[in-house]
């Protein structure tokens, strides 16, 4: 992280910041626990939607990437990535977007997750008027009940229909556990336990009847040191937050010690109130409000801060020496959660060597890139 404050005294606030040096040795660790194979692992663009951090990932021979929305699997496109995997239902104009996305990037290999035959009759129908052939993997509800078909037999049918219909191809299963959240890591791996046989079953007795499954993508943050201690063929790891890391996780796994942040925010002392009181421009307009009240960020280098109020452009704390502080004085906030926080900055500067390097923009964070 970025020690002197003062090498941002020209930039506004609030502003994300990119720690370049943290982003590389975070891509590093997640390499070195998929035993420095790189075909391991395929990491979610979802956390920091920007174009360098991309760059970074094929620099270390990351080729496979995971993104959210058709605007993050074109970004990825830009940026020559070959093999994206979109984990998101494609319905109504999204799919003809698809279309136009696959066409206009021919050196990019695109699949999609399908957890209904609805989905994938009109996935199919879309492909085929646009002669067209797209890649697809089950997506299996493994118990967040927020996407995926639920991992039973009648999973097998839905499986033959996306081998049988034309103009896709199914290459494989999703298993995304967001869910799977519990603190300790016994308990964590006892809830991967109570499904992942089922789903090995399921693989088995597909490829006995000849149809193919060569691919697994496999869980996220909490349960990525789970997946990478598997030897099972064809399992793909797929983090996202640990290329960027925040207080959220870090703070509640120990096993993530080794990443460090590599992300920050930059705000600025705008009003003293009463005796203790210390008034940022850190609104939830600049990190996100998806988390309680008072715990939405950390101060790394002002520990002693105390929550008081949030509001848009706002954020009251309180200090026991407020003395300290002056009007326009830089600080240093951590988000609890990067994924969200990203999405709200247009940029980030990007700071490497405790220097200030350039302006990156987050262009993943629009939803419409031309496709």
């Not at 797209?134 to 499986?159: C, H, S």
């Not at 937050?241 to 002392?269: I, M, Q, S």
Request: overall charge neutral; charged content about 20%.
């Amino acid at each position: 992280m970025i020690t002197n404050l003062k090498l941002l005294a020209e930039h506004p606030s609030p502003s994300l910041l990119f720690f370049v040096d943290e982003i590389k040795h975070n891509i590093d660790t997640c390499l070195s626990w998929v035993g420095n194979q790189p075909e391991r692992l395929r990491m979610h663009v979802k956390t920091h939607k920007c174009p360098e951090v991309v760059k970074i990932q094929l620099s270390k021979g990351l080729t496979k990437h995971k993104a959210a929305t058709i605007a993050e699997a074109e970004m990825l496109a830009m940026c020559g990535a070959p093999d994206v995997f979109i984990a998101y239902p494609m319905v109504g104009p999204n799919l003809k977007r698809l279309t136009n996305l696959i066409r206009k990037y021919a050196g990019t290999k695109f699949s999609v997750s399908v957890d209904h035959p609805d989905a994938a009759a009109m996935l199919g129908n879309a492909m085929s008027k646009d002669g067209l052939s797209l890649e697809v993997l089950l997506d299996l509800d493994m118990g967040f009940k927020r996407t995926g078909f639920p991992v039973e037999a009648a999973a097998l049918d839905l499986y033959r229909t996306l081998a049988s219909t034309k103009g896709i191809k199914a290459v494989g299963f999703q298993t995304y556990d967001g869910h799977n959240q519990l603190e300790h890591h016994a308990d964590r791996l006892a809830e991967l336990d109570r499904v992942w046989s089922q789903i090995m079953e399921m693989r088995a007795t597909l490829e006995k009847s000849g149809i193919a499954v060569p691919k697994i993508i496999s869980g996220g943050t909490p349960t990525f040191i789970l997946y990478s201690k598997l030897n099972v063929p064809g399992l793909e790891c797929s983090p996202g937050t640990l290329t960027l890391h925040d207080f959220g996780y870090g703070n509640r796994y120990t096993e993530l010690k080794p990443f460090k942040y590599g992300a920050g925010l930059l705000t600025r002392v705008i009003s003293k109130q009463g005796a203790n009181g210390i008034t940022v421009d850190l609104g939830y307009k600049a990190v996100s409000g998806d988390q309680p009240p008072g715990k939405r960020c950390i101060f790394p280098y002002n520990p002693e801060f105390e929550f008081v109020g949030h509001s848009e452009e706002h954020l009251m704390l309180k200090h026991p020496n407020p003395e300290k502080f002056n009007l326009g004085d830089s600080i240093l906030a951590v988000p609890v959660h990067i994924c969200p926080t990203t999405a709200l900055h247009r940029h980030a500067i990007a700071i490497a060597n405790n220097q200030v390097i350039g302006k990156w923009e987050i262009v993943g964070r629009d939803r419409d890139l031309g496709c």
